[in-house]
C-alpha cells in the first residue's frame, strides 16, 4: 500500500525506508502493548470501533451524535447505539447542547479518560523499552526527534478541531 498522505521534501526511497523504519519500531513493541491492550479491553469488553470513540473524543471537545457519526465513518442510527452502549458502562456521558436545546453532545467520562491514559501509557512503556538499546547519543536524538513529533502532533489536532 503506498501512501497518499504528502511528505514535504521526501524522495520516495527516504519514505521507503522511514516506512519500514516505522514498521520495524511498531512490530518491536507492538506484542507488549497488544497483550497488554487486550486485557484493558477485555476487561471493559470494548470493540475497536468503541475504544476509537473514545479516542476521538479524549481531546474533550464534545460532538453531536452526528458529527462523531461523521467521524466513524457509521450511520447516526448506528452511532447511537454505539453511544448508548458506552453510557451504560459510564464511559461516556450526553449534555444538552447550550445553542440548540434539542441536540445532545457526548463527551467521555473520566473512568474513560483513565482508560484511554492506561492504553496509552502502555503503548509508550512499550516504546521505552525499546529504547534501552540505544546508546546516550541515540537516546537524546529519539527524544528531540519525539518531542518533534509531539509538537507537530499538537498543530495537525489543533488545526482539525477549528475545522
Known amino acids: 500500500m503506498d501512501a497518499t498522505i504528502p511528505i514535504v521534501h521526501m524522495k520516495a526511497d527516504d519514505r521507503r525506508a522511514l516506512r519500514e523504519s516505522i514498521r520495524v519500531t511498531r512490530m518491536a513493541t507492538a506484542r507488549d502493548f497488544l497483550i497488554g491492550a487486550l486485557a484493558s479491553l477485555d476487561e471493559v469488553d470494548l470493540t475497536l470501533v468503541q475504544l476509537g470513540v473514545l479516542l476521538l473524543l479524549d481531546d474533550g471537545v464534545p460532538r453531536t451524535l452526528k458529527e462523531l457519526a461523521e467521524l466513524i465513518g457509521r450511520s447516526p442510527s448506528a452511532t447511537s447505539r454505539l453511544v448508548d452502549q458506552l453510557v451504560r458502562r459510564k464511559l461516556l456521558t450526553r449534555e ?65 478541531v477549528r475545522r
Open 96 to 160: 444538552e447542547d447550550p445553542e440548540d436545546r434539542r441536540a445532545r453532545r457526548v463527551t467521555r467520562s473520566p473512568r474513560a479518560a483513565r482508560l484511554v491514559a492506561e492504553l496509552l501509557d502502555r503503548r509508550t512503556d512499550a516504546q521505552i523499552r525499546v529504547m534501552a538499546a540505544l546508546s546516550e547519543d541515540e537516546h537524546a536524538l529519539v527524544l528531540r526527534a519525539f518531542a518533534v513529533l509531539g509538537e507537530a502532533a499538537q498543530r495537525m489536532t489543533k488545526k482539525e
